[in-house]
């Protein structure tokens, strides 16, 4: 019989056995279907993603919110329909896809994700992922059980669901890559090489945090093809925007909406992040930028009255770059083409597998 120390050790190398059978598994499951991007209603030809905002979300919450108090939105069904209304107005603007970077950790719920996008007609990428700030059991996990989970999502489901996600969302801010940060980091780094899902992040742009970033997952292995730096235009510094699309990262131009009211005078205006965003396509990186608006429909990570706040700041919502940004683009000399080239030829690349 063997003692405990064989035991915990034949035990350890069992699952460090099936963890890698599982990873190579996906990753041959990956290869048969290039150019498919999984979305909330199922597999998707990327070619049929169109016009794309790749960082959005529908809601964002505390985990199991919407199951403790959804009192606070009316009621599901009451936010449900919001949604749906919004979304159809997105749709009939031209957009055809959002994808959704709202991880477990900021309350996804993949059951209403799939319920809007069937009654609204858009099409909706969701993500695995975490975002900044771990609960106890999320801060015990070492990056080879977050690598696991994110792979487990990417494979079985979501939340008990054969939804599978087709990004992987993580984040660093302010205080720069904490202990476990960088082991969500690596963790997305080493799912993305096993499985060719890419990864969409949360920066801190005014402190080059896209950076610090770049350094880990490189030093991971990872292709930078594979990665877009989130909330790029919060910084115009052209060197560190340009750095990393040389490198060959996507620069997220996703926070125009940030700079959509004169109150809000601490952070570039909306002007001036689109003025950035032509800058780069005249340095001839227009295949290295996304645009999107990080824009949501609900939330209960602010206080009350905080959505009506956000809406009277931006009455154009999910709709703001098609409303506002692109016109003022196209006022800047940038041409039809670069703008599909942003909108519809980017998003297909990424999310479809170069």
């Not at 009939?92 to 609204?120: F, Y």
């Not at 909706?124 to 900044?132: D, N, Q, S």
């Not at 999910?318 to 519809?344: C, H, S, W």
Request: with cysteine; net charge neutral; charged share 20%.
């Amino acid at each position: 019989m063997a003692n405990r120390r064989e035991f915990l050790l034949q035990s350890v190398a069992a699952c460090v056995s099936a963890s890698v059978s599982l990873r190579t598994t996906y990753a041959a499951t990956a290869a048969r279907n290039p150019g498919t991007v999984q979305t909330v209603q199922g597999p998707l030809d990327a070619a049929k993603l169109g016009f794309t905002l790749p960082h959005e979300h529908v809601c964002v919450n505390s985990p199991g919110f919407w199951q403790l108090w959804p009192e606070l939105f009316g009621s599901r069904a009451s936010f449900a329909a919001k949604a749906v209304d919004r979304l159809k107005a997105a749709k009939d603007a031209g957009i055809d896809t959002i994808v959704d970077v709202t991880p477990p950790d900021v309350g996804r719920d993949i059951r209403l994700l799939e319920d809007v996008s069937r009654k609204s007609g858009m099409q909706i990428v969701a993500c695995t992922g975490h975002w900044l700030y771990p609960s106890l059991s999320w801060e015990s996990r070492t990056a080879e059980e977050l690598t696991d989970f994110f792979t487990l999502e990417i494979e079985r489901g979501i939340e008990g669901t054969d939804i599978k996600p087709g990004v992987i969302k993580v984040a660093t801010d302010k205080d720069g890559v904490t202990p476990f940060l960088e082991n969500v980091l690596r963790a997305a780094a080493r799912t993305s090489k096993a499985t060719g899902i890419p990864i969409t992040t949360h920066t801190h742009a005014l402190g080059r945090g896209g950076e610090k970033q770049a350094e880990i997952f490189e030093n991971e292995g990872l292709n930078p093809v594979s990665v877009c730096v989130g909330h790029s235009d919060n910084s115009k510094d052209l060197d560190y925007l340009t750095g990393l699309a040389k490198r060959g990262y996507t620069i997220g131009m996703d926070h125009l909406t940030r700079g959509a009211s004169a109150t809000q005078a601490q952070t570039l205006s909306w002007r001036e992040r689109a003025e950035t965003v032509a800058k780069l396509i005249a340095a001839g990186f227009a295949d290295r930028i996304f645009l999107s608006n990080d824009w949501f429909f609900g939330a209960s990570l602010g206080p009350a009255g905080f959505m009506q706040q956000m809406e009277a700041l931006n009455p154009d919502g999910m709709l703001f770059n098609v409303r506002k940004t692109i016109p003022y683009l196209k006022e800047l000399g940038v041409t039809d083409a670069q703008l599909r080239t942003i909108t519809v030829e980017n998003p297909r690349r990424f999310f479809g597998g170069r």
